[in-house]
């Protein structure tokens, strides 16, 4: 049950959150309400001032060496966002390098990640002129030195090193331990066997070491562990660069602090100093950039209440387009656009529209308790992980996304429609 039923706490809405004399919210300056009926629902709104301040916060404290994490969110309009605010981006696959290039990003300030690049994805790169691949595998440096043999051009490469820290975070989202798919483990002598490789190939030019502890990370000291461990590996090969990925907390529900980038910022630098590493120190995050900038607009469909047991609330969305409750058991809180300033004391099961029982949004929400069919419920911080990961499941088209600023809308990305289902048939 929620600890409180009091109304949503404020820091969980985008920065230009503001109400009006009877409760409604705005975000930067349009309604939440009529963009339901203008737009449609589910909606996924971003402030896109609080977009841009994010981003401004990591280049101001890492310069050049902030990159956005593109799997967080990414369309056009994101890519030429970041892009704008002098941060550089990363990207995992081929798909997520398109669109980034699409939304105008410079491709030396593009960073490759992935497990498991395939040929046509590394070959795409370096026409590209990718500033960065991060080589995951023995298998990659193949493929590296196949296309360089070929005539590719000699791309500048980090090693991503597992360094066996286990993030205090879902163990589906850790990836420093050394039961991960990611990279080369440090204990193991895997690394140090890899940087051997790699500095006597002609194929790539070594210029740094990337390790990633994991997600939505809270305990600032797993970071500062993260560089202990590497600081006996990065130290004797004298690499520039050393990147320590992403992996920064946010707070979804209520009781949930985290720390600002500033402050990630700050303890990764003294952890470095302590350390003895004098790499430039680059960092990739994403979650923290837009998870708080977006809220996501439901309508609600069925008010049903089972005597004794609950209160089932379905909305026209779900597991398509959040799937991270069905995933990881990710708690969320919800709210009322008409009402965001009451105090909530009705307590629901927020259900999607999907054939599956385990198809829920939010257990044991918070609402007003004048809910009813019709009304736009929303869920704060959805800017992360919800779009990127949405799909058509039980075929239903994925929503739209509209960035608000100065009291206007513009839909960035576009509704999916009946047809847009069969586009791929033949």
Known sequence: ???????????????????????????????????????????????????????REAVAAFGEGASYASKAFLCKAMASLVAEEGMGIDVATGGELHVALAGGADPGRIVLHGNNKSTDELSTALEAGVGRIVVDSHDELDRLEDLVAGGARVPQVLLRVTPGVEAHTHVYVQTGQDDSKFGFTLSTGAAATAADRATASRAVDLVGVHAHIGSNVFALSS???????????????????????????????EGEETPSITEWGGVLRRAC?????????????????????????????????????RTFLAVDGGMSDNPRPVLYGSGYETFLPRAA?????????????HCESGDLIVRDAALPADVAVGDVLATPVTGAYGHSMASNYNKVPRPAVVFVADGEARLVVRRETLDDLLRLDL
């Open 273 to 309: 100093a302590a350390a003895g590493i004098t790499a430039r120190l680059a960092v990739e995050p994403g979650r923290s950039i837009v998870a708080g900038a977006a809220v996501t607009l439901y309508t609600v469909g069925t008010v049903k209440e089972v005597a004794g047991v």
């Open 1 to 55: 049950m929620p600890s409180s039923r009091g109304p949503l706490p404020p820091h969980l809405l985008p920065l230009t959150a503001s109400f009006d004399p009877s409760g409604r919210l705005s975000v930067g300056g349009v309604d939440l309400c009529e963009l339901a009926v203008e737009h449609g629902t589910p909606l996924f709104v971003y402030d896109e001032l609080h977009l841009r301040k994010r981003c």
């Open 341 to 353: 300033d009451a105090a909530r004391p009705f307590a629901a099961h927020v259900v999607g529209k």
């Open 223 to 253: 970071f500062a562990l993260a560089v202990e461990a590497l600081a006996g590996f990065v130290g004797p090969l004298g690499l520039p660069e050393l990147s320590l990925g992403g992996g920064l907390g946010v707070a979804y529900v």
